[in-house]
């Protein structure tokens, strides 16, 4: 089979060029399951060369390539669109084709804090230069799209370029400085903080927002803000030019606040294992900025916090007093007359509502998932309350179904073993997997020994 004409494979490469990082990716793992197949030999080689420049152009332009996101109007941070990125990267290669091959050479055998990064501090000053020029075709798109995005966006990006090569030996230390803050450390960051502060007024901040934007957590950078500043008071930092970086992480904690108390249960599992994993993610960054400013006990950042906390626990126990009514709802129990007494039995006769089901099989995977957050939350104790009582609730439930199945009571044997199944899931929520088994199997042979030979019991992991 021959492989695809060159005009073919030139519209390939237009393709692959305007992709997203994660498409181009995609693509060359795909692609990797089709070697041999000579027409997509053409294809293949395309991507692998794209792929290639772009981990250059990334490795080059690392410092503020993570700046580049979606279309650059967020306001509340340092960005640029990222249309400007490959622009940028374009201009650069037509303005300097030895530099790049130069840094090609240096990133084909790079090992971090071994190998010299000359090459690519000199590409960032070649930029640095063709950007304040504004001469060359694609820098000057890339400048025009950057200027529509935002006022100023230029000037920026000129800053950001200058502190480059600072950004970029910080951020071979990033990992060290984020895990644990020594004497050492601290002082290494000043340093660089101090050197990054040579280029301008606005350059402190910036050096700030560009190692952030290296981080998986961008809010983690506070730790070396406040390692910086060494451990400031509320006082100092908020007045100072980078008390950004503490409101921000208080606004993320109150939007994170707003998605707990608002998530869906309708959602099912995943929107209950979503909303847990938020809740985990505050009881982090409160603890962050707890930890990295000395707060004022009243009023100011001190006070604020300490009412998100309290807003954290009561939304989120509020959420889980829900649970034993979503129990009952999705596990029915009807009232029965047994002699002289009425006595609470399981409703058989309409088989399990998927809905409620899924509703409460959500609140158990957000009451689950925020198992490790619960102490430092301020809600260990109505967690635990609330998970003995519905486990009780569940386990006196399987007890009972189980009785009327042996007993050969049940008006529809199906609708059982269908309750049951979802009573083996939630057992698994609420203690361990291995209480689910434990029911399943006892459930198994309860349906075995019953006399009625209607309906049989199957696998309790069956979806209803």
Not at 125 to 134: D, P
Not at 228 to 243: F, I, K, N, R, T
Not at 310 to 339: D, F, M
């Amino acid at each position: 089979m021959t492989g695809l004409p060159d005009d073919k494979i030139e519209i390939v490469r237009t393709l692959v060029s305007g992709a997203p990082d994660a498409v181009v990716s995609g693509l060359r793992k795909a692609l990797v399951a089709a070697d041999g197949d000579t027409a997509l030999a053409g294809v293949r080689r395309v991507v692998e060369a794209e792929v290639a420049d772009r981990n250059l152009r990334n490795k080059v332009l690392e410092p503020v390539a993570p700046l580049f996101a979606g279309d650059g109007l967020d306001e509340g941070r340092l960005c640029f669109p990222l249309a400007a990125l490959p622009l940028l990267w374009r201009g650069l290669r037509a303005s300097d084709p030895e530099g790049i091959a130069r840094a090609a050479a240096v990133h084909a055998d790079y090992e971090p804090g071994v190998s010299t990064v000359q090459p690519f501090d000199e590409l960032v000053e070649r930029l640095l230069e063709e950007v304040e020029a504004g001469t060359q075709r694609d820098i000057a798109a890339a400048l025009a799209l950057i200027g529509k995005a935002q006022p100023g966006g230029r000037a920026a990006l000129i800053s950001c370029l200058s502190i480059a090569p600072v950004v970029r030996r910080a951020t071979l230390k990033l990992p060290d400085w984020i895990a644990r803050t020594t004497q050492e450390r601290a002082a290494a960051a000043r340093l660089a903080y101090r050197d990054a502060c040579r280029a301008g007024d606005d350059a402190g901040p910036r050096f700030f927002e560009m190692l952030s934007a290296q981080l998986a957590q961008r809010w983690t950078i506070l730790r070396i803000v406040s390692a910086v500043m060494d451990h400031p008071a509320e006082s100092y930092l908020s007045g100072s030019e980078l008390a950004i970086f503490a409101t921000r992480l208080m606004d993320a904690v109150d939007a994170n606040l707003q998605a707990v108390a608002s998530f869906d249960l309708n959602g099912g599992p995943e929107a209950g294992l979503k909303a847990a994993a938020i809740v985990e993610t505050l009881t982090h960054q409160v603890s962050e900025l707890e930890s990295a400013i000395d707060l004022a006990r009243e009023g100011g950042w001190g006070g604020r916090i300490h009412k998100q906390k309290q807003v954290l626990a009561s939304t989120v126990e509020r959420r889980l007093r829900e649970l034993p009514k979503l129990l009952a709802a999705a596990l029915p129990n009807h009232r029965v007359r047994v002699a002289r007494a009425a006595v609470n039995e399981p409703r058989l006769t309409q088989p399990p509502d998927g809905r409620l089901v899924e509703r409460c099989r959500a609140l158990l995977n957000f009451a689950e998932g925020i198992r490790a957050s619960a102490n430092y939350g301020g809600f260990a104790s109505t967690r635990a309350k609330v998970m003995e009582a519905v486990g009780e609730a569940v386990d006196q439930y399987v007890e009972d179904v189980l009785s009327l199945v042996k007993d050969g009571e049940v008006p529809d044997r199906e609708i059982a073993a269908g309750f049951l199944r979802v009573a083996a899931d939630f057992a698994a929520l609420i203690h361990e997997p291995r209480a689910g088994e434990i029911v399943r199997r006892r459930a198994a042979t309860a349906f075995g020994a019953a006399r009625e030979p209607r309906g049989t019991w199957e696998d309790p992991a069956r979806p209803l």
